[in-house]
């Protein structure tokens, strides 16, 4: 059965899409099956990964609204390797479509347990936001991955995702868990950042990821080729690092239940 993780931080900029769709990359680059879902409207992860979102005849849009299953709606990233269950535009209006509907922030769990046994990994893109799709995919997932920049107000936004977290848990989801943070976008020769780095060793421990993602152009570049960096330049330190990573959470993996 998949284990399912929301990349997800109420800030945008901050690595959420190119750690889903490298993430992704690295994991079916050693053998995993592997689901994208996309629920950002902007639909980064389903462009970065290839698919055309103004394309699309069916997203994870329809899967919210039950008029499409997910064998239904998905693409395939051909080069990458995995699955995508794409958003474009239309996706921004299922926060008001589905204030009417019933277990409105279970849906797109539902829809996942029906493909468990297809896929080793679910990858789930997050909005920069707390709405009704952050809260579909936190919901669904067994446990959050956060991709953070080493900066002073990094540590501060953390408090109020990690509250969330505790909320979520505690009323809607008993199996959502912090996996780790990801410190990402990292330059060592900066102070500052070695020291944010400290500190949050100091205060999560082991829910820091060992892995640390570099800066790196090839990983910015990636994105206008229609690929994840870590198949547009496998040498590049970055698509390294991100394989690395997902070395780690496949051993991570095998210590959740
Ligand atoms: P989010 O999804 O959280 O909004 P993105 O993944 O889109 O963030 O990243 C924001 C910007 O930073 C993008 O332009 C992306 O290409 C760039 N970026 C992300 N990670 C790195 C990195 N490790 N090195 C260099 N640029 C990066
Ligand atoms: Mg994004």
Redesign the pocket.
């Known amino acids: 059965m998949a284990k399912i993780f929301c990349i997800a ?1 109420q800030k ?8 889903t769709v490298n993430l992704a990359a690295g994991l079916a680059q050693i053998g995993q099956r592997v689901l994208v879902v996309d629920l950002d409207p902007q639909g ?1 992860a389903t462009m970065g990964s290839g698919i055309d979102k103004r394309k699309l005849e069916t997203t994870v849009y329809d899967v919210l609204l039950e008029s499409s299953s997910i064998p239904e709606a998905k693409a395939r990233a051909e080069k990458a390797g995995y699955d995508v269950l794409g958003a474009n535009r239309e996706l921004a209006g299922a926060e008001v479509d589905l204030v009417a509907l019933e277990r409105r922030e279970a849906r797109l769990k539902a829809a996942l347990a029906e493909v468990g046994p297809d896929y080793d990994f679910v990858l789930i893109d997050c909005p ?1 936001s707390l709405s009704m799709l952050t809260l579909n995919g936190l919901c669904s997932a067994h446990g959050v991955i956060v991709p953070m920049q080493c900066e002073y107000f990094a540590l501060e936004g953390l408090t109020d995702l990690v509250n969330t977290i505790k909320q979520i848990h505690a009323n809607l989801n008993n199996d959502l868990q912090i996996i780790g943070l990801l410190r ?2 990292f330059d060592p020769r900066i102070t500052l950042q070695q020291q944010v780095s400290d500190q949050l060793k100091a205060h999560f421990g082991n829910k820091v990821f060992d892995t640390v ?5 090839r ?2 570049e990636a ?1 206008s080729y229609g690929l994840p960096g870590v198949v547009f330049d496998p040498t590049s330190k ?1 698509a390294q690092a991100f394989v690395d990573f997902a070395k780690e959470m496949v051993k991570r993996i095998e210590t959740m239940k």
């Not at 945008?12 to 750690?19: D, E, P, R």
Request: no cysteine.
């Open positions: 931080n945008g900029g901050v690595g959420k899409t190119t750690t980064n920069p990402v976008m993602i570099p800066r790196n152009v990983l910015a994105p970055g």
